[in-house]
Antibody, heavy 125, light 107 residues
Framework: EVQLVESGGGLVQPGGSLRLSCAAS????????MTWVRQVPGKGLEWVAN????????HYVDSVNGRFTISRDNAKNSLYLQMNSLRAEDTALYYC??????????????????WGQGTMVTVSS | AVQMTQSPSSLSASVGDRVTITCRAS??????LGWYQQKPGKAPKLLIY???SLQSGVPSRFSGSGSGTDFTLTISSLQPDDFATYYC?????????FGQGTKVEIE
């Protein structure tokens, strides 16, 4: 079965850390770009970070750059998000997603075709 | 960052209606845009990528168009399963940015 399963969310105090995990199965994880997207309950979606197949290309949204680290372990079919110096505004449901990266005419597009169910992160004292 | 502005923020429609949602980018993004559908309590679902390419398994009543700064998602005949929130996402540059969403409700 094709799936992504996130874990590691929870309640943490401001300034604290959490490490989210995303376990992949049923598709070629090692050949896929992967992405983290978050959503404050009742609000819109926010792209957080992505990583290419071998971890050599990584991008972050400005608000988490320097505090969050995305990584992957292809041997374990797993994606991670290490979150440090957490703030109240990081409170959200965090989704991992596979980017199928279809290419057309020499251009590679994002296409987040597989999503996990999300893991909730709450930053509060 | 490229700002994505969707309109309307919400709309009411009936089954069978033709529905159009617009997404405008703050700068030209070629055709590097996708559309996602999200239902309450569920993860988003990919509908369209590259502005107009229908994702496998998505009903043909969904279509996308546009290039540059102006994009459209059209549902040709709204079905009960289509009541949801729709988001555009630009993948022209980093950071990727979503529109604020359009909630499609039952009239």
């Amino acid at each position: 079965e094709v799936q992504l399963v996130e874990s590691g969310g929870g309640l943490v105090q401001p300034g604290g850390s959490l490490r989210l995990s995303c376990a992949a199965s049923g598709f070629a994880f090692s050949r896929s770009w992967m992405t983290w997207v978050r959503q404050v309950p009742g609000k819109g979606l926010e792209w957080v970070a992505n990583i290419n197949q071998d971890g050599s290309k990584i991008h972050y949204v400005d608000s988490v750059n320097g505090r969050f680290t995305i990584s992957r372990d292809n041997a374990k079919n797993s994606l991670y998000l290490q979150m440090n110096s957490l703030r109240a505004e990081d409170t959200a449901l965090y989704y991992c997603a596979r980017d199928d990266s279809p290419g057309e005419g020499g251009v590679w597009y994002d296409a987040f075709d597989i999503w996990g169910q999300g893991t909730m992160v709450t930053v509060s004292s | 960052a490229v700002q994505m502005t969707q309109s309307p923020s919400s709309l009411s429609a009936s089954v069978g209606d033709r529905v159009t949602i617009t997404c405008r980018a703050s700068q030209g993004i070629r055709n590097e845009l996708g559309w996602y559908q999200q239902k309450p309590g569920k993860a988003p679902k990919l509908l369209i990528y590259a502005a107009s390419s229908l994702q496998s398994g998505v009903p043909s009543r969904f279509s996308g168009s546009g290039s540059g700064t102006d994009f459209t998602l059209t549902i040709s005949s709204l079905q009960p399963d289509d009541f949801a929130t729709y988001y555009c996402l630009q993948d022209y540059n980093y950071p990727r940015t979503f529109g604020q969403g359009t909630k499609v409700e039952i009239e």
